[in-house]
């Protein structure tokens, strides 16, 4: 079985501030690994994405993600947050055999501060 | 524009009414989610389908159903609705199974039981 942690459940950030969102992973296969936006009242929009190969990778909107399978991470950053980054964020994993099913994180409210 | 719609956005119903979550993409793709959304579990998958007369449990699936007759539409049934069921619900869709990567969400559909 697979799972995800996602330490801090709001973090507050000011505007111009390096965005750090944690996730870290538990899978007993290697895992493909995911974060997803959630902006008010919509659904889900994928961020960025890890299957394999380069383990630093880059999203939308400036974010980035390190897959660092020693600390089993998967954390979110970008360097220098913006008022429009206000939104929570979800990490999740898949078991990467073409398993399509997601298991999400519980999730990250970020608040930016101007 | 492909696309996935939800309906109803909003529905508020009674204990042990039966209600259905309509949900349709132009997208043809073949695998489809539905995950409720709840504060501090995240998203939890309920049901999923990877093709016309395919369903399959999720991790709660307890007090509902899917059936898939075509390959754009899921809907998801409360055959006798709880106050526990109260939630957002979305659905999602994807492309072919062994093709891992993004999910495409709809808006979300929020039901209150009471």
């Known amino acids: 079985a697979q799972s995800v942690t996602q330490l801090g459940s709001h973090v507050s950030v000011s505007e111009g501030a390096l965005v750090l969102l944690r996730c870290n992973y538990s899978s007993s296969v290697p895992p493909y690994l995911f974060w997803y936006v959630q902006y008010p009242n919509q659904g889900l929009q994928l961020l960025l994405k890890?299957?394999?190969?380069?383990?630093l990778v880059k999203g939308i909107n400036g974010f980035e993600a390190e897959f660092k399978k020693s600390e089993t991470s998967f954390h979110l950053t970008k360097p220098s947050a913006h008022m429009s980054d206000a939104a929570e964020y979800f990490c999740a994993v898949s078991d990467g055999f073409g398993n399509e099913k997601l298991t999400f994180g519980t999730g990250t409210r970020l608040t930016i501060i101007p | 524009d492909a696309e996935i719609t939800q309906s109803p956005r909003h529905k508020i119903t009674e204990t042990g009414r039966q209600v259905t979550l309509a949900c349709h993409q132009t997208?043809?793709?073949?695998?489809m989610f539905w995950y409720r959304q709840d504060l501090g579990h995240g998203l939890r998958l309920i049901h999923y389908?990877?093709?016309?007369?395919?369903?399959n449990k999720g991790e709660v699936s307890d007090g509902y159903s899917v059936s898939r007759s075509n390959t754009e539409d899921l809907p998801l049934t409360l055959e006798s609705a709880a106050s526990s069921q109260t939630s957002v619900y979305f659905c999602?869709?994807?492309?072919?199974?062994?093709?891992?990567?993004?999910?495409?969400f709809g808006e979300g559909s929020r039901l209150t039981v009471l």
């Open positions: 999602a869709s994807s492309e072919s199974r062994g093709r891992t990567g993004e999910l495409f």
């Open positions: 997208w043809n793709h073949n695998n």
């Open positions: 890890y299957t394999t190969g380069a383990t």
């Open positions: 389908s990877y093709g016309v007369h395919d369903t």
